[in-house]
C-alpha cells in the first residue's frame, strides 16, 4: 500500500530503560498484527527489529529501526529504539518525528535512569505517551509502585487501565477496567485474541474504585461527564475514550496499561489503546516551518495537498549509498521528483521510494503528508535537514544534537585498510551525528569521538562487519573542554601586504565566561560601530565559531563563553576578507590567553543497583574515584546507589563492579555537566595550576 489513510494512521515509537522489554513488546506487536508468523526472541539473536549483526550478539539494541503493520482499522509505523544512553541520538531522532509513544517501565525495576531520560526527551518534543508495565510476571513485580515512581520522579499523571490477575509467575491476564471485563491471554499457538469474561466477583470493589479513578480523568476533559458523574448517571465508555484521548493528545494524562510481554499478555490491549488514545498526524497541531525567502514561520498542518516539506531524520549507509529517512509533514513526493534542500540551498533528486520493515524494503511509487518512508537518491542530505521543493523553500527546526565526551585513537592494520578507513569513517559519520572523527596534529592518529565507550565499540566493530577493514583500537580517552575564567577586551589590527595587495582588518571585541552549560554566544550586533557589509560579518562569525571549536591549548573545543563585537570599521577596498578572519583569529588567541583559561572535564550521573551486603564495597570505590554521593535507596535486598563521578574514573568500571558485587551490580551511566578539571590534566594540557 502506498498511501496511508491518515485518520486511522499512528506513528509510534517505544521507548524506555535499557531492557524494560521494547524489542520483545515489538516483536509480538509485529507477530500479534499478522506482519510476522514466528515470534523471535531477544536473547536469542532472533528478533526482527534488532537486525544489526551486533544487536543479535549482544542482546541489545542499538539503531532504531521502523515497521508498518495494521491493527483492525489502524495502520501503525513503529520505531523501536534502543534504551542504553550511548545511543541516545537515535531516541531523539525518533521523538523528533513521531505522534505518539509508548512509555515502558519493567514492573520489577520501575521508573529508572534512561526512563526518565527518554521521558524528558519525550516532554521537550510534546509526544503524547501511553504507559505499558511490563514483566509482570517477573518476581518482585509491583504495579502500584511503578505508578507511585510515575507520579513522583516523572512528574506525570498516570491513569491505571488494567488490574492484574495474578501476580509474578501466576500473572495471567488483566481486567480491562473501562469494559469491565476480565481479559486472560491463551498461547499464542492456540489463538491470537485474548478470551474475555465476567470480573470476578472478588474485583467488584477494586475494580469500582479503579474504575472511578479513571472517570475523574476523564471528567476534566469533558464537563459533561463530571456533570453525569456527579449525577452518578451512566457514561457511555466511547465518551470516556473520547475524553481521555484529549487528555493524552493534549500530554495530560498518560493511561497505563500492563502485561508481560514474554509471556505474550497484554499486548493486544496496548494495541487498541494505541489507536484509541494516541494521535493521527490530522490530530496534533501545524508544525511551524520557517520560510527563508520570506523569512516568516509559515504553519503547515498535516495536508498533502499542501506545499511538501519532509524531515531527514536518519539517513543509513546501505552498501555504499545513502538510504534517507523521511517524516513527511506537508504534501506529497513521487518517484523522481527533484527536492530541494533549503538549509544547504541544493537540488537533489528522489531515485526510489520505499516502506521499510526492519531493514527490508517494499518499493513505494509516491508518499504524502503525515507517512514515515525511506528514500534513495538524496547524497547531501544529513539528519535533522528539511527537504522541500525549490518554488516553496521552507526550514523545519532541527534536532537536538548531543556532544561527544569520549574518544579512541584507531589505526588500520595493513597497508590497503588505512586507504579504506576514512571513507567508511565518513559513512559512519552520515548515520550518527553524535559519532565524530578527526586526524590528531601532533600524533597524525585518527581519533573516534562519541557518547560513551559501547558507543566507540560498536562503530570499531562495525568498520570490521560493514567495512570489512580491521582496526587497532587505542584506550578510551575523556574529550575535555575548554574555558576562559575573567573577561577580556581587545582592540586588534592586521595588516600585510601580499602580493602587491594590501588585506586590512580590525576589530575591538569582548569575550566573556558565561555559566556551566551556557555553550557558545557569538554576538556581531547590527550597530554604528559596526560597518562590515555582510560577507564580511559572516567571515568574522565562522573564524570565530571555528577557533571555539579548536580550543585555546588542549584542542579541545572552548565553551561557556560570549564573544560580543563591539568595533569593526569598513573602510572599501582596503579591509578585505582575508583580513577580517586573520584579525578574527589572532584577536581570539590573544584574548582568549589573556583570559585564564582553564580545562573542564566530564562528570557523569551514576545509578548502581547492588545487593545490600556489597554496597559498602561500592561506596568507598566511589569515593575512591572522587565520586560524590547523592544518595541511597534500599528496596527489597537491593540498594540504589546515586553518585555523580568525573568519566576519567568510570573507564572499565563494568568489570570492576562485576568483581565487586559477585556479578549482581548493574550500573547505568550518563552524562550530567562539566566540572573544573583536576591539576594532573591542567598540567598535562600545559595550562597554569
Ligand atoms: N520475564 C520477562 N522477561 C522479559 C519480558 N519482556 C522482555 N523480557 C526479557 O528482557 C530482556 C530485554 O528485553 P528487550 O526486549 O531486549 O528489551 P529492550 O527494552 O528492547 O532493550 P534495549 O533495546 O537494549 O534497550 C530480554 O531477555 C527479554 O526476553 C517480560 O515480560 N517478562
Ligand atoms: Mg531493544
Not at 205 to 234: G, M, Y
Request: charged residues 25%; contains cysteine; glycine residues 8%.
Amino acid at each position: 500500500m502506498s498511501s496511508l489513510p491518515l485518520k486511522s494512521l499512528r506513528n509510534i515509537g517505544i521507548i524506555s530503560h535499557i531492557d524494560a522489554g521494547k524489542t520483545t513488546v515489538s516483536e509480538r506487536i509485529l507477530f500479534f498484527s499478522g506482519k510476522i508468523h514466528r515470534i523471535g526472541e531477544v536473547h536469542e539473536g532472533a528478533a526482527t527489529m534488532d537486525w544489526m549483526v551486533q544487536e543479535q550478539e549482544r542482546g541489545i539494541t542499538i539503531t532504531a529501526s521502523n515497521t508498518t503493520c495494521q491493527w483492525g482499522e489502524y495502520w501503525v509505523n513503529l520505531i523501536d529504539t534502543p534504551g542504553h544512553i550511548d545511543f541516545t541520538i537515535e531516541v531523539e531522532r525518533s521523538l523528533r518525528v513521531l505522534d505518539g509513544a509508548v512509555a515502558i517501565f519493567s514492573g520489577v525495576e520501575g521508573v529508572q535512569p534512561q526512563s526518565e531520560s527518554v521521558w524528558r526527551q519525550a516532554d521537550r518534543y510534546q509526544v503524547p505517551r501511553i504507559c505499558l508495565i511490563n514483566k509482570m510476571d517477573r518476581v518482585g513485580a509491583d504495579h502500584q509502585a511503578v505508578l507511585e515512581q510515575i507520579r513522583q520522579r516523572l512528574h506525570a499523571r498516570p491513569v491505571l487501565m488494567q488490574l492484574p490477575i495474578g501476580a509474578e509467575s501466576t500473572f495471567s491476564g488483566v481486567i480491562d477496567l473501562l469494559a469491565e471485563r476480565a481479559l486472560s491471554f491463551p498461547d499464542p499457538e492456540q489463538s491470537h485474541f485474548p478470551v474475555a469474561g465476567p470480573v470476578p466477583e472478588s474485583f467488584r470493589e477494586a475494580v469500582d474504585s479503579a474504575r472511578e479513578q479513571i472517570v475523574e480523568a476523564a471528567a476534566d476533559f469533558d464537563d459533561t461527564i463530571l456533570n453525569d458523574f456527579l449525577e452518578a448517571k451512566p457514561i457511555a465508555v466511547e465518551r470516556l475514550h473520547k475524553a481521555l484521548r484529549k487528555g493524552v493528545v493534549e500530554g495530560k494524562i498518560f493511561p497505563v496499561f500492563l502485561g508481560a510481554a514474554l509471556r505474550n499478555k497484554g499486548i493486544q490491549p496496548l494495541l487498541d489503546a494505541v489507536g484509541l488514545y494516541l494521535p493521527s498526524p490530522l490530530d496534533l497541531p501545524p508544525v511551524q516551518a520557517f520560510n527563508p525567502v520570506t523569512e516568516v514561520n509559515e504553519e503547515l498542518p498535516c495536508d498533502p495537498k499542501g506545499p511538501f516539506c519532509a524531515m531527514a531524520f536518519k539517513v543509513l549507509s546501505d552498501e555504499g549509498r545513502k538510504l534517507t529517512y523521511l517524516r513527511i509533514y506537508s504534501g506529497e513526493i513521487k518517484v523522481g521528483d527533484t527536492v530541494f534542500n533549503a538549509a544547504r540551498k541544493h537540488q537533489e533528486k528522489i531515485a526510489r521510494l520505499f516502506r521499510m520493515h526492519s531493514h527490508k524494503r517494499e518499493r513505494i511509487m509516491e508518499a504524502q503528508a503525515g507517512d514515515i518512508i525511506t528514500a534513495t537518491g538524496l547524497k547531501d542530505a544529513l539528519t535533522g535537514d528539511t527537504l522541500c521543493f525549490s518554488e516553496h523553500p521552507l526550514i523545519l527546526s532541527g534536532l537536538n544534537i548531543p556532544d561527544p565526551v569520549v574518544s579512541l585513537a584507531v589505526e588500520s592494520r595493513s597497508v590497503e585498510d588505512r586507504e579504506k578507513l576514512l571513507p567508511a569513517l565518513e559513512k559512519l559519520q552520515w548515520e550518527d551525528p553524535t559519532f565524530r572523527v578527526r586526524e590528531d596534529a601532533d600524533t597524525g592518529q585518527t581519533i573516534l569521538s562519541g557518547m560513551g565507550e559501547l558507543h566507540l565499540e560498536v562503530v570499531a566493530r562495525r568498520l570490521t562487519d560493514d567495512f570489512g577493514i580491521v582496526v587497532k583500537t587505542g584506550r578510551p580517552q575523556v574529550v575535555y573542554r575548554e574555558t576562559i575564567q575573567k573577561p577580556v577586551t581587545r582592540h586588534e589590527i592586521f595588516e600585510i601586504e601580499a602580493e602587491g595587495k594590501g588585506q586590512r582588518g580590525e576589530i575591538r571585541f569582548t569575550i566573556t565566561p558565561l555559566k556551566r552549560g551556557s555553550g557558545v554566544h557569538i554576538h556581531i550586533p547590527a550597530d554604528e560601530k559596526i560597518t562590515l557589509p555582510e560577507e564580511l560579518r559572516q567571515a568574522l562569525y565562522d573564524t570565530w565559531e571555528r577557533s571555539c571549536q579548536a580550543g585555546i591549548r588542549s584542542g579541545y573545543p572552548l565553551i561557556d563563553v560570549e564573544i560580543v563585537l563591539l568595533e569593526a570599521p569598513y573602510i572599501p577596498g582596503i579591509t578585505t576578507e582575508m583580513g577580517v578572519r586573520a584579525v578574527g583569529q589572532k584577536g581570539f588567541s590573544l584574548a582568549a590567553a589573556e583570559a585564564s583559561p582553564t580545562l573542564l572535564e566530564p562528570i557523569m550521573a551514576l545509578e548502581i543497583v547492588s545487593p545490600g551486603e556489597f554496597s559498602g564495597k561500592v561506596l568507598a570505590s566511589l569515593q575512591q574515584k572522587g565520586g560524590r554521593i547523592e544518595g541511597m535507596e534500599s528496596r527489597g535486598e537491593l540498594d540504589t546507589i546515586r553518585a555523580e563521578v568525573p568519566l576519567s574514573q568510570m573507564f572499565g568500571y563494568m568489570t570492576e563492579l562485576r568483581s565487586a558485587t559477585k556479578g549482581r551490580g548493574t550500573f547505568t551511566m550518563e552524562f550530567s555537566h562539566f566540572s573544573q578539571a583536576p591539576k594532573e590534566d591542567l598540567a598535562r594540557f600545559g595550562f597554569p595550576v
